[in-house]
């Protein structure tokens, strides 16, 4: 049986870049979460007055990957410690955050927050949330495998 999991980390393009390439991924969306307006649009969120965060929502088998494996993706793939954004990219809708689906993954996301933040890779603390799962809403199909489309493999890092 499929599972779902979802992560905002940045710009959304890259984020999905990075699961995609997982074994064990069946699917990606990019989209938006944890706000307050139905149905968004992309120059809402980026208005940073909607509350949403960009999200990938992955779809994956857990019987090729595990919800730990997709959580190590997320950690190597952008900046924990950066608080609303990353990089160049300003605005709560880059903010860190796991978002979970049941009481096993929160256990999961939050206890690889702990022993990231117990290795010392990081001199600033961890400012990655950990929220349940709110509504995905998918964003405009422009949006969806951007990079991929453009023969991209990364945006800005």
Known sequence: MNAKAMFGAGCFWGVEAAFRKIPGVLATAVGYSGGHVANPTYRQVCS????HAEVVEVEYDPARVSYEQLLAVFWENHDPTQLNRQGPDIG???RSVIFYYDEAQKAAAEA???????SGRY??????AIEPAGTFWRAEEYHQQYLEKRGLTTCHR
Do not use: F, N
């Open 123 to 128: 001199r600033r603390p961890i400012v990655t």
């Open 92 to 94: 709560s809708q880059y």
């Open 112 to 118: 690889s927050k702990a022993a990231l933040e117990a």
């Open 48 to 51: 940073d007055s909607t509350g």
